[in-house]
């Protein structure tokens, strides 16, 4: 998201090249514009602006603010409209046909590059037609047992900025540590922290529910429901039952109900910790939008942590630049969680 100040008519024709004031224009603006950041000259994201408003307060100059999201996000706006079935592929032979199918799709080309590669895990799948998007049905499939983890990068091509799809198995980064962070009351780069523990977002008890199927159309059916699959550590450590069951709908194999339900109760036992710092920024940090599933170090040297050293996961970044009246480039940073969808 950003704010864009209107305080003169200059910089309002500016903006109209990108954010029409007349309904009439159709050929930008948001769903048809994206916003690629640079830091000294290098892509730093791209964003797909979904929303724009335009406000007024007062006396004040009128103000433009921006929403988007990266453009990934785009797969979740097409729907699969032909049945795709898919038998022993590797999970990543099927990840690729699904953005390739929907690339092939007319007005639909995110022009993706797509790393090659196996994981050596197979999968059989249908992706009934209608009933669900290309992002939909590539999170589900990332989401089971023994699964992956996928981005899109953004990086700088010979011609034009190009975009990245790129995968890890079972997750993006090799697990090395490639960034260091510290906090310490003499000085250090972890500017705020904070961490949350919730036990209402975890479980011990894991249930994949599907589909209902039946025979005879006249009978009504029930869904599908894998056998639980429990978070053992927890358990015998005195944790109580929490039932969860995620819930997906189209899903009529019973085999990929239980890699579900492995996958949660794997990544999501017990009370769930997210954890985040907030760094300043130097002028060649080693943490870039890029480097989502790396490994960093973090010292902290406070009342609440002591004296400790942790490693943690980055799997987000929200980046604050200077204000025109001076401060520092931040960067919060926020560390593997994880978020069960309901059902």
């Given at each position: 998201n950003a704010t864009v100040p209107l305080p003169n008519s200059k910089i309002v024709q500016r903006v109209r090249r990108v954010i029409p004031s007349d309904p009439a224009e159709l050929a930008t603006g948001p769903g048809v514009v994206t916003c690629v950041i640079l830091r000294d000259g290098e892509p730093w994201g791209e964003y797909w602006i979904t929303m724009a408003s335009v406000s007024r307060s007062g006396r004040e100059a009128p103000a433009l603010q921006l929403s988007g999201s990266t453009v990934d996000a785009y797969m979740t706006q097409v729907e699969i409209q032909e049945e795709l079935s898919f038998e022993g592929e590797d999970?990543?032979?099927?990840?690729?046909?699904?953005?390739?199918?929907?690339?092939?799709?007319?007005?639909?080309?995110?022009?993706?590059?797509?790393?090659?590669?196996?994981?050596?895990?197979?999968?059989?799948?249908?992706?009934?037609?209608?009933?669900?998007?290309?992002g939909q049905r590539l999170a589900e499939l990332a989401q089971a047992d023994n699964g992956f983890e996928w981005v899109v990068n953004i990086v700088a091509g010979t011609s034009q900025i190009e975009r990245h799809w790129v995968w890890g198995a079972p997750r993006l980064g090799?697990?090395?540590?490639?960034?260091?962070?510290?906090?310490?009351?003499?000085?250090g780069d972890i500017l705020d922290w904070s961490e949350e523990i919730d036990a209402l977002r975890g479980g011990t008890y894991w249930r994949a529910r599907g589909d209902a199927i039946s025979e005879d159309a006249s009978e009504s059916a029930e869904p599908i429901v894998s056998d639980p699959v429990l978070a053992e550590a927890h358990l015998a450590a005195g944790w109580p039952r929490l039932d969860r069951t995620v819930t997906f709908p189209r899903e009529s194999v019973e085999g990929t109900l239980d890699d579900y339900a492995a996958y949660w109760a794997a990544n999501a036992p017990g009370a769930l910790r997210v954890d985040q710092i907030t760094v300043a920024l130097g002028k060649q940090p080693t943490f870039t939008p890029n480097s989502l599933g790396d490994t960093a170090r973090i010292f902290l040297h406070n009342d609440w942590h002591g004296q400790q050293s942790r490693l943690r996961r980055i799997i987000g970044i929200s980046i604050t630049p200077p204000s025109r009246e001076g401060g520092k480039e931040v960067a919060q940073l926020t560390f593997e969680g994880i978020e069960a969808p309901g059902g």
């Open positions: 999970q990543l032979d099927i990840a690729r046909a699904l953005i390739e199918d929907m690339q092939g799709r007319d007005r639909a080309n995110l022009r993706l590059i797509l790393q090659p590669g196996s994981s050596g895990v197979s999968r059989d799948v249908v992706y009934a037609a209608n009933e669900g998007t290309y090799d697990g090395t540590v490639k960034h260091v962070f510290s906090d310490s009351p003499y000085g």
